[in-house]
């Protein structure tokens, strides 16, 4: 059974920084992509950056230079650092697995953790 749990939101003033973590279990951690996404309200949930099994990582435009993806195979674990973090980073953060889906073919998404940046 896949789980996600994430944890490490908060609220933060503009120009803050945070670190979400993601557990994950229930598969091969260490051979599959896992990515952070996010969801503001009313807006689609988005991609905010991805790392693969070895370590290659892709970020959004928006957060390039200021967010940092990461992962401990050891501990299967994804880090999301976060600085310089501006009002519209405000969002529920999702972690996920990229390459791995249910039988319906949909992605596993943790229960998310709030991000919230005031100005």
């Known amino acids: 059974q896949v789980q996600l749990v994430e944890s490490g939101g908060g609220l933060v003033q503009a120009g803050g920084s945070l670190r979400l973590s993601c557990a994950a279990s229930?598969?091969?951690?260490?051979?599959?992509?896992m990515g952070w996404y996010r969801q503001a309200p009313g807006q689609q949930r988005e991609l905010v950056a991805r790392?693969?099994?070895?370590?290659?990582?892709n970020y959004a435009d928006s957060v390039k230079g200021r967010f940092t993806i990461s992962r401990d195979n050891r501990k299967n674990t994804v880090i999301l650092r976060m600085n310089s973090l501006k009002p519209e980073d405000t969002a529920v953060y999702y972690c996920?697995?990229?390459?791995?889906?249910?039988?319906?073919?949909?992605?596993?998404w943790g229960q998310g953790t709030q991000v919230t940046v005031s100005s």
């Open positions: 996920t697995v990229i390459t791995y889906r249910d039988y319906n073919g949909e992605n596993y």
């Open positions: 229930g598969f091969q951690f260490d051979i599959h992509e």
């Open positions: 790392i693969s099994g070895g370590g290659s990582t």
